[in-house]
Antibody
Framework: QEQLVESGGGVVQPGTSLRLSCAGS????????MHWVRQAPGKGLEWMGT????????YYAASVKGRFTVSRDNSKKTLYLQMNSLRPEDTAVYYC????????????????WGQGTLVTVSS | EIVMTQSPLSLSVTPGEPASISCRSS???????????LDWFLQRPGQSPQLLIY???TRASGVPDRFSGSGAGTEFTLKISRVEAEDVGVYYC?????????FGPGTKVDIK
């Protein structure tokens, strides 16, 4: 099981930027695709984005496309979520999750999850 | 976008009794390879979600065999044969047939 630890959350003003990180623990971090999923307070789960094992393929939810960017540094075993032009409706706990495949646009699997990091967008 | 619905949205169960949750998708989750891409997650209170079942009926590692999944196409079911106290939480179905991946609204299960 992969241990995933998110960080970088906090309280920010609308229109500003924030970068979240997700640190993996296994050497094989570079072998699988990674995902970001968020959960607004008291609400359900919403997929945000996915990146392939080597970073060459990325997919985004329509609600964040053009504002959020998923990236990874396999040498640091770390996944990132760069969030720009933040809105109050982006307030949520953000989870990273590990897939079991290196590339996935069919059959994404959220095998292991981090504990989440809270982002609050408020003036 | 595939819309996922679940029923019921809340469920109160006596320990030792069975429980069942239904999930429906607005489009078929069957791919040409013969697989249906429907997963189930449990989010216990205050915790991250955990994968219970993937591809309709395969239990994730460490998931007790009292959990089972079935269905095909657009209708799916998660069954708990004998509910235990640790099964309390919100259950989500999720389709991975196409991007964007979408989740159901969740079914909250508590103990009577």
């Amino acid at each position: 099981q992969e241990q995933l630890v998110e960080s970088g959350g906090g309280v920010v003003q609308p229109g500003t930027s924030l970068r979240l990180s997700c640190a993996g623990s296994r050497v094989s971090f570079s072998s699988y695709a990674m995902h970001w999923v968020r959960q607004a307070p008291g609400k359900g789960l919403e997929w945000m984005g996915t990146i392939s094992h080597n970073g060459n393929q990325k997919y985004y939810a329509a609600s964040v496309k053009g504002r959020f960017t998923v990236s990874r540094d396999n040498s640091k075993k770390t996944l990132y979520l760069q969030m720009n032009s933040l809105r109050p409706e982006d307030t949520a706990v953000y989870y990273c999750a590990r897939d079991v495949s290196p590339i996935t646009d069919l059959g994404m699997r959220f095998e292991d999850w981090g504990q989440g990091t809270l982002v609050t967008v408020s003036s | 976008e595939i819309v996922m619905t679940q029923s019921p949205l809340s469920l109160s169960v006596t320990p030792g009794e069975p429980a069942s949750i239904s999930c429906r998708s607005s489009q078929s989750l069957l791919y040409s390879n013969g697989y249906n891409y429907l997963d189930w997650f449990l989010q216990r209170p205050g915790q991250s979600p955990q994968l219970l079942i993937y591809m309709v009926s395969t239990r994730a590692s460490g998931v007790p065999d009292r959990f089972s999944g079935s269905g095909a196409g657009t209708e799916f079911t998660l069954k708990i044969s004998r509910v235990e106290a640790e099964d309390v939480g919100v259950y989500y179905c999720m389709q991975a047939r196409q991007i964007p991946v979408t989740f159901g609204p969740g079914t909250k299960v508590d103990i009577k």
